[in-house]
């Protein structure tokens, strides 16, 4: 079965760095979504992403955030200056489905991200 | 803004026993989805079961069903003759029809005895 591939597995950084989270979502699918979980706590919507740009995003996706489909298969979140805080456990998913599916979302394994 | 509540963070169950877990939700839609997710220790979101709204009948799934009640906004799940490797954390999430986000609850932590 298809699944939703995340690398790396868990990212180490430093406060002020950049980081860029990766992810291969499910080759048919649509609709691309990044989520975060602070250890603990529940599952926070971060951004969805269809046809090469920004479709909804949360309050907690400001400008320090960005996402990036660059070659078709990839898909990336790129935090420009990590904070303490956005240490976390980020989330791709992907569904096949626009608006009005009741597709579930397909989750990666997550990239836990530890900013020191 | 749509709202998931899941009011047990912890709840045990005696293995082969059926446990429920509560969520209700704040809506003023009338189409929607709802979702149960388990995430094991492993961390990944594993989809247990979904209910679209405009559904009357309850979902089932195996040893998984929810008793959907839309007038009081509740979304229970529950698990007959619990197993070992149903400890999890249980997530109950809300998708709208008209937008793409998923909102989940907080949570509830399952713990499976032996």
């Known amino acids: 079965e298809p699944e939703v591939t995340q690398t790396p597995s868990h990212q180490v950084t430093q406060m002020g760095q950049e980081v860029i989270l990766r992810c291969v979502p499910i080759s048919n699918h649509l609709y691309f979504y990044w989520y975060r979980q602070i250890l603990g706590q529940k599952v926070e919507f971060l951004v969805s992403?269809?046809?090469?740009?920004?479709?909804?995003k949360s309050e907690i996706f400001d400008d320090q955030f960005s996402v990036e489909r660059p070659d078709g298969s990839n898909f990336t979140l790129k935090i420009r200056s990590t904070k303490l805080e956005d240490s976390a456990m980020y989330f791709c998913?992907?569904?096949?489905?626009?608006?009005?599916?009741?597709?579930?979302?397909?989750f990666g394994n997550g990239t836990r991200l530890t900013v020191t | 803004a749509q709202t998931v509540t899941q009011s047990q963070p912890e709840m045990s169950v005696q293995e082969a026993e059926t446990v429920t877990l509560s969520c209700t939700y704040d809506t003023s839609e009338s189409d929607y989805y709802l979702f149960w997710y388990k995430q094991p220790p492993s961390r990944q979101m594993i989809l247990v079961i979904r209910?679209?709204?405009?559904?009357?009948q309850n979902a089932t799934e195996n040893r998984f069903s929810v008793n959907f009640q839309k007038a009081a906004k509740s979304f229970s799940l529950k698990i007959s003759d619990s197993q070992l490797g149903d400890a999890a954390m249980y997530f109950c999430a809300y998708r709208s029809y008209n937008n793409n986000d998923m909102r989940f609850g907080a949570g509830t932590r399952l713990t499976v005895k032996p």
């Open positions: 998913a992907s569904n096949p489905r626009d608006r009005g599916g009741n597709s579930p979302l397909h």
């Open positions: 209910q679209e709204a405009y559904k009357q």
């Open positions: 992403f269809y046809n090469n740009e920004i479709s909804e």
